[in-house]
């Protein structure tokens, strides 16, 4: 079972990404804040659940949670100052639009870095421990597969609708044959003799 959060002396939110290994598409970012007796079995690691278990913690989240918001960063955002920062912008932007404003983040991963006056802990593996960071991961993976199926309907032949932008052989194959679109990141490496990067 998930601790709600990392401490209790503040007001917490917890954030998270989903994205950053794509070929294509923005990387989304998310920041939640639950209340303090808030508690859902179901709620794990986004990329550990179903994804028919993701969208109904989805709406579960967004129903319950004190405060949350999401973020896209656009690929060509991603293409000017690398994955990384993009990653932090989104979730210092996601942060930015909290009411009422947390008082301490608690943040998935090992690196951060933003312009926010606010405490902040870095904490790895942080979706699969505390309940606001792993909700987080799921309103970013969530929002994020809705935003590929939308463009997949645009550019059906990369497959996004299974692969979500993500460096499968059968996108990698796609991108040869048919080149890039407007939403692929120009920074990363296409080829198809890449080691295909998990999910």
């Given at each position: 079972?998930?601790?709600?959060?990392?401490?209790?002396?503040?007001?917490?939110?917890?954030?998270?990404?989903?994205?950053?290994?794509?070929?294509?598409?923005?990387?989304?970012?998310?920041?939640?804040?639950?209340?303090?007796?808030?508690?859902?079995?179901?709620l794990n690691d986004s990329k550990q659940m179903t994804e028919?278990?993701?969208e109904k913690l989805?709406?579960?989240?967004?129903?319950?949670?004190?405060?949350?918001?999401?973020e896209a960063v656009s690929a060509a955002r991603i293409d000017e100052i690398n994955i990384l920062n993009a990653s932090f912008e989104g979730m210092s932007l996601a942060v930015a639009r909290l009411d009422p404003a947390?008082?301490?983040?608690?943040?998935?991963?090992?690196?951060?870095?933003?312009?926010?006056?606010?405490?902040?802990?870095?904490?790895?593996?942080?979706?699969?421990k505390y309940a606001d960071i792993a909700a987080a991961s799921v309103l970013a993976k969530t929002h994020r597969d809705e935003y590929m199926l939308c463009i997949a309907e645009e550019f059906p032949q990369y497959g996004w609708a299974k692969n979500k932008g993500y460096p499968t052989r059968e996108h990698r194959?796609?991108?040869?044959?048919?080149?890039?679109?407007?939403?692929?990141?120009?920074?990363?490496?296409?080829?198809?003799?890449?080691?295909?990067?998990?999910?």
């Open positions: 079972m998930l601790e709600n959060q990392y401490q209790y002396d503040l007001p917490e939110a917890g954030c998270d990404e989903a994205g950053r290994g794509c070929l294509a598409g923005p990387v989304f970012a998310a920041a939640v804040m639950l209340p303090p007796d808030f508690h859902d079995p179901l028919r278990n993701r989805r709406a579960v989240i967004e129903r319950e949670a004190v405060a949350w918001a999401v947390p008082a301490f983040l608690a943040i998935d991963g090992n690196r951060f870095r933003t312009r926010l006056e606010i405490p902040w802990r870095c904490i790895v593996k942080g979706d699969g194959l796609a991108i040869r044959e048919h080149g890039l679109t407007p939403h692929h990141r120009l920074t990363f490496n296409h080829e198809i003799d890449q080691l295909e990067l998990p999910f």
